[in-house]
């Protein structure tokens, strides 16, 4: 089947920096991916919709110019949170379309662990 | 994208058969059921998709009733290996738009 990756699979960084996580499809091209956190013991909540060369779909209350997204080619997605504290820290997991037969199906990452100290 | 209602969480035993019902009243007519299975600090896993009455594949059947009110995933004598959290998804196409995720189930097997 389809494969998405992600990376770095953890990371750690300071409050006050920012942090890019990259979501490929590996094996396909996705015209959209999208952006999901998910707090521990949480449902993967939906961030943002990302369209291959064009501007990111945000979800109300989430913050676009906190979570910069960019879809430079049909394969990569890059998730940016930038002055990260320490409420950022969840698990963010991306996920891209591929059309199978007529329809589409979804592939997840293996997510990012993102802690701020 | 319709709501989905599922149990919280479910116990069985090793080698025992587990069904677990989801309910979607609100399903509409161009909607997939999709399931998905998730571990700890992983990405979702997609399980099965179905539309009506039933489908199989090599790790779970899937039924659907005639009205498409409600779907059962079933799976076959689970392994301590299948402990997790199970999501029912429905919505059009399964992957056009994002996918909604409810509360999920979180399934323990025990030896």
């Known amino acids: 089947g389809a494969v998405v990756s992600q990376h770095p699979s953890w990371v750690i960084c300071k409050s006050g920096t920012s942090v890019k996580i990259e979501c490929r499809s590996l094996?396909?091209?996705?015209?959209?991916m999208f952006w999901y956190r998910q707090f521990p013991k949480q449902s993967l909540m939906l961030m943002a919709t990302s369209n291959e060369g064009s501007k990111a779909t945000y979800e109300q209350g989430v913050e676009k110019d906190k979570f910069l997204i960019n879809h430079a080619s049909l394969t990569l997605s890059t998730l940016t949170v930038t002055s990260a504290h320490p409420e950022d820290s969840s698990f963010y997991i991306c996920?891209?379309?591929?059309?199978?037969?007529?329809?589409?199906?979804?592939?997840f990452g293996p997510g990012t662990r993102l802690t701020v100290t | 994208l319709a709501k989905t209602t599922q149990p919280i969480s479910m116990d069985s035993y090793e080698g025992q058969e587990v069904n677990i019902t989801c309910s979607h009243n609100?399903?509409?007519?161009?909607?997939?059921i999709t399931w998905y299975q998730q571990f700890p600090s992983q990405g979702p896993r997609f399980i099965i998709q179905g539309y009506k009455t039933k489908v199989t594949n090599e790790v779970a059947s899937l039924f659907i009733p005639a009205d498409r009110k409600s779907s059962t995933l079933s799976l076959p004598r689970v392994s301590l290996s299948d402990t997790a959290v199970y999501y029912c998804?429905?919505?059009?196409?399964?992957?056009?738009?994002?996918?909604?995720f409810g509360s999920g189930t979180r399934l323990q097997v025990q030896p």
């Open positions: 998804l429905v919505g059009d196409t399964g992957g056009r738009r994002a996918l909604t």
């Open positions: 094996d396909f091209q996705a015209t959209t």
């Open positions: 996920s891209a379309s591929q059309r199978l037969a007529g329809r589409y199906e979804q592939y």
């Open positions: 609100n399903i509409a007519t161009n909607d997939y």
